[in-house]
């Protein structure tokens, strides 16, 4: 056999086998009608019984027109395309209003303004929302669309765009102005679209004699000035329509297998009631024929190699394996694959050893340069705190000043922040206005309380340090001993002995059984905040006002002794100085009603509130309430108007009631009373409300509860305002009136 001979045998050899490899995959099942005219029919949908998967997939085909022309299920809507990912593209009726120049209505043919697309309920097509708009077009143009969703719940939508001049109207887009779009709902079947003008076009007409409505796939219309008047000759525009499988008794889920979707596919779910199937990574073809589904070949042409470096491709069962040549060894740099013969292979092991070596000596070395940069940064951040909080200022203050003052510390941030566990959140004590005390140990084992305020302001800094050295000069049993502080953090912090029985206002409104709140405690509660604050006013080396007192500032040590707290709304006063100026500051239902008036702050206004303090000890209420009418009510004013009705007996706490000391407890209300004035002239003194006190506290250990105060029946207090020579009144109490029941 010749050279050509055998030439032309191998051609006619491969021809049939190129023809074979060529040929595609079927789309419909055999011996259907796959194609109607231009548009394919893919299974599920075919053009007769046996072709198609039920009813509801049924395409007919007009073979008489040229070219012939694909509807569904023998109605007059005319399909353009179908695909198998759920999508149906057909051509749908434009609504048009149209007019004469002289606004007389005209009919245009092919269309009314009014138009609409109504599928069954239970079809298996729904209006897509994802890929169609609504439109209304002109510039004299209003049009709604009315839909059914799920069968019967109706919704309607439109918008209106109205213009004088084609010229207003943007090119390449629908911006409002001659024409408008809103999106449709999702899950539509059924709709109707109606179009209208407003003045019938006459102002418009030489560029726009009509109102259009429609919906219309996104992607194929391109607005223009232009179509104003050229939608005139266009009856139909195209839509998409969703499909999906949709049976009850055939579902896509975790369990349910859907009948529709045969060998190597899934069923993707649509909706409640609907799902499609698609093929499984590596097949392609359709899913809903029992062989559709084939084997992708990513390793031959048209698809590109997958493999890189070298490597061969080979295609396997749904997927593909990448391998390297003969006398080639597989190697991975940076994530890349590849293949390189085995003396290059060495090198690069080689080179990857060394580079890695480099690598991680240059982070080690990058790390170590960045914890040294850090630690400086913190230092020097720390040290500009230290002098910016005046840190240099207080040391010369320690250093010069002698006494208790020597026994205050500067502690570091480093001491504070392992004392605290770094600030943890379950270390917090309480948290408020000036904010946040957590609870700590030094390595000494004392126990401390750390407060970390909100804020100091720069200008203050100097004050703020005198402050601080005053306070640490105090020393008084029933106030809170300030340790020193801590200036290397933007606000400085404050270190506290800490006090670990909480405060007086959880045992007064809650009772405890460890620590029942009798009256004699009560009393002697009450004589020593007295004493403390009178202490502050009076015996400190400068007046201090302490601007917060209630019974939440006052907290009970270990043996349930009183001590004073919070003074970080505390001032320092002049010894010739009767008030200060601020700001009003303080705790709603303790506030001196003078003080929150005029802003002048003076000794009586820490008088009133320890006044409100006393009457919480006697009536166990608390100093804002809500009455039965929910109306808020300030214990003060009821406390005043109790005792000028000589009602006090009704507003007792029942505990204070158990003591049989009438007397004591009239003394104490008395004292309240006056603490309370309106007048701050009219109030006492801290230093009297405390000898006072003292004196009850004294005659209470005296007589050890063994007086018989039943034999005294009626007392006439003079509550003669001993306070101000310039004023004086007179509050007669009646003790039977003062503790009668109600009746």
């Known amino acids: 056999m010749g050279i050509l001979e055998r030439f032309w045998l191998v051609i006619l050899i491969a021809a049939p086998l190129a023809a074979i490899v060529a040929e595609p995959a079927p789309i419909a099942k055999p011996d259907c009608q796959d194609k109607c005219g231009d548009v394919s029919i893919p299974y599920p949908f075919g053009t007769r019984e046996g072709c198609y998967y039920n009813e509801d997939f049924l395409i007919s085909c007009n073979d008489t027109s040229s070219p012939p022309l694909a509807f569904l299920d023998n109605s007059t809507i005319n399909v353009i395309n179908i695909t198998l990912e759920g999508r149906v593209q057909i051509m749908n009726l434009i609504a048009r209003d149209c007019y004469d120049k002289l606004g007389n209505q005209i009919t245009v043919s092919g269309g009314s303004n009014r138009t609409g697309l109504r599928l069954n309920f239970n079809s298996i097509y729904t209006i897509s929302d994802n890929e169609n708009m609504f439109l209304a077009v002109g510039?004299?143009?209003?049009?709604?669309?009315?839909?059914?969703?799920?069968?019967?719940?109706?919704?309607?939508?439109?918008?209106?765009?109205?213009?004088?001049?084609?010229?207003?109207?943007?090119?390449?887009?629908?911006?409002?102005?001659?024409?408008?779009?809103?999106?449709?709902?999702?899950?539509?079947?059924?709709?109707?679209?109606?179009?209208?003008?407003?003045?019938?076009?006459?102002?418009?007409?030489?560029?726009?004699?009509?109102?259009?409505?429609?919906?219309?796939?996104?992607?194929?219309?391109?607005?223009s000035p232009k179509l104003l008047r050229e939608l005139q000759n266009v009856s139909k525009l195209p839509m998409v329509l969703d499909w999906s499988i949709r049976d009850e008794n055939d579902k896509c889920g975790k369990t349910e297998k859907a009948k529709a979707c045969q060998g190597?596919?899934?069923?993707?779910?649509?909706?409640?009631?609907?799902?499609?199937?698609?093929?499984?990574?590596?097949?392609?073809?359709?899913?809903?024929?029992?062989?559709?589904?084939?084997?992708?070949?990513?390793?031959?042409?048209?698809?590109?190699?997958?493999?890189?470096?070298?490597?061969?491709?080979?295609?396997?069962?749904?997927?593909?394996?990448?391998s390297c040549p003969k006398g080639y060894h597989h190697v991975v740099i940076n994530d890349e694959q590849g293949c390189v013969t085995v003396r290059r292979k060495w090198n690069l092991l080689l080179g990857g050893c060394l580079g890695f070596g480099v690598a991680c000596l240059f982070t080690i070395g990058t790390w170590q340069s960045y914890k040294i940069l850090k630690k400086r940064r913190k230092m020097k951040l720390q040290r500009q705190f230290f002098k910016q909080n005046g840190g240099l200022l207080l040391q010369q203050q320690l250093s010069s000043t002698m006494g208790n003052i020597e026994k205050t510390k500067i502690f570091s941030i480093k001491e504070l922040e392992k004392a605290t566990n770094y600030f943890n959140g379950n270390r917090i004590l309480g948290q408020g206005g000036q904010g946040t005390v957590y609870k700590g140990m030094l390595v000494d084992g004392r126990i401390i309380a750390v407060k970390k305020s909100k804020g100091l302001?720069?200008?203050?800094?100097?004050?703020?340090?005198?402050?601080?050295?005053?306070?640490?000069?105090?020393?008084?049993?029933?106030?809170?001993?300030?340790?020193?502080?801590?200036?290397?953090?933007?606000?400085?912090?404050?270190?506290?002995?800490?006090?670990?029985?909480?405060?007086?206002?959880?045992?007064?409104?809650?009772?405890?059984?460890?620590?029942?709140?009798?009256?004699?405690?009560?009393?002697?509660?009450?004589?020593?905040?007295?004493?403390?604050?009178?202490?502050?006013?009076?015996?400190?080396?400068?007046?201090?006002?302490?601007?917060?007192?209630?019974?939440?500032?006052?907290?009970?040590?270990?043996?349930?002794?009183?001590?004073?707290?919070?003074?970080?709304?505390?001032?320092?006063?002049?010894?010739?100085?009767?008030?200060?100026?601020?700001?009003?500051?303080?705790?709603?239902?303790?506030?001196?009603?003078?003080?929150?008036?005029?802003?002048?702050?003076?000794?009586?206004?820490?008088?009133?509130?320890?006044?409100?303090?006393?009457?919480?000890?006697?009536?166990?209420?608390?100093?804002?309430?809500?009455?039965?009418?929910?109306?808020?009510?300030?214990?003060?004013?009821?406390?005043?108007?109790?005792?000028?009705?000589?009602?006090?007996?009704?507003?007792?706490?029942?505990?204070?009631?158990?003591?049989?000391?009438?007397?004591?407890?009239?003394?104490?209300?008395?004292?309240?009373?006056?603490?309370?004035?309106?007048?701050?002239?009219?109030?006492?003194?801290?230093?009297?409300?405390?000898?006072?006190?003292?004196?009850?506290?004294?005659?209470?250990?005296?007589?050890?509860?063994?007086?018989?105060?039943?034999?005294?029946?009626?007392?006439?207090?003079?509550?003669?305002?001993?306070?101000?020579?310039?004023?004086?009144?007179?509050?007669?109490?009646?003790?039977?009136?003062?503790?009668?029941?109600?009746?």
Not at 173 to 195: L, N, P, R
Not at 458 to 476: G, M, Y
């Open 139 to 223: 510039c004299d143009t209003g049009a709604e669309v009315t839909g059914f969703v799920q069968g019967d719940r109706r919704y309607t939508a439109g918008c209106k765009t109205i213009c004088d001049r084609i010229d207003y109207v943007a090119n390449d887009t629908c911006s409002s102005i001659g024409c408008c779009q809103i999106s449709i709902a999702k899950g539509m079947s059924y709709m109707d679209i109606t179009v209208r003008s407003y003045q019938s076009h006459k102002k418009v007409w030489t560029f726009n004699p009509c109102s259009y409505g429609f919906v219309v796939e996104q992607s194929q219309l391109d607005f």
């Open 457 to 743: 302001d720069k200008a203050k800094v100097k004050e703020f340090i005198n402050e601080v050295v005053i306070l640490t000069q105090i020393n008084h049993r029933n106030i809170v001993k300030l340790l020193g502080c801590c200036l290397e953090t933007e606000v400085p912090l404050l270190v506290y002995e800490f006090i670990p029985n909480g405060t007086l206002f959880q045992y007064i409104h809650d009772e405890n059984e460890d620590f029942p709140l009798t009256w004699e405690r009560r009393v002697t509660i009450a004589a020593e905040v007295a004493g403390a604050l009178s202490y502050l006013h009076s015996s400190a080396s400068i007046p201090i006002y302490h601007r917060d007192v209630k019974s939440s500032n006052i907290l009970l040590d270990e043996k349930y002794k009183a001590k004073v707290s919070d003074f970080g709304t505390s001032r320092l006063i002049s010894i010739d100085q009767t008030h200060l100026t601020t700001n009003v500051k303080g705790t709603f239902g303790y506030l001196d009603p003078e003080y929150f008036q005029s802003s002048q702050f003076t000794e009586k206004s820490d008088v009133y509130s320890f006044g409100v303090v006393l009457v919480e000890l006697l009536t166990g209420q608390k100093p804002i309430s809500l009455t039965e009418v929910e109306e808020a009510r300030g214990l003060a004013a009821h406390f005043i108007l109790s005792m000028e009705q000589n009602n006090l007996f009704n507003i007792l706490d029942p505990r204070v009631k158990e003591s049989s000391d009438l007397e004591e407890i009239t003394k104490v209300a008395k004292l309240a009373y006056q603490c309370l004035s309106l007048s701050g002239k009219k109030r006492p003194r801290m230093i009297e409300v405390a000898v006072e006190l003292e004196q009850i506290y004294l005659l209470q250990n005296k007589s050890n509860g063994q007086q018989n105060h039943e034999k005294t029946s009626y007392v006439k207090i003079e509550a003669t305002n001993q306070w101000d020579g310039a004023s004086t009144s007179t509050l007669s109490l009646d003790i039977e009136s003062l503790f009668s029941s109600e009746s």
């Open 264 to 322: 190597n596919s899934t069923c993707v779910p649509v909706d409640d009631n609907g799902y499609r199937c698609k093929c499984l990574d590596g097949y392609e073809g359709n899913p809903y024929l029992p062989s559709g589904c084939q084997d992708r070949d990513e390793c031959s042409p048209p698809n590109r190699n997958p493999c890189k470096g070298g490597m061969i491709c080979t295609n396997t069962e749904g997927n593909y394996t990448c």
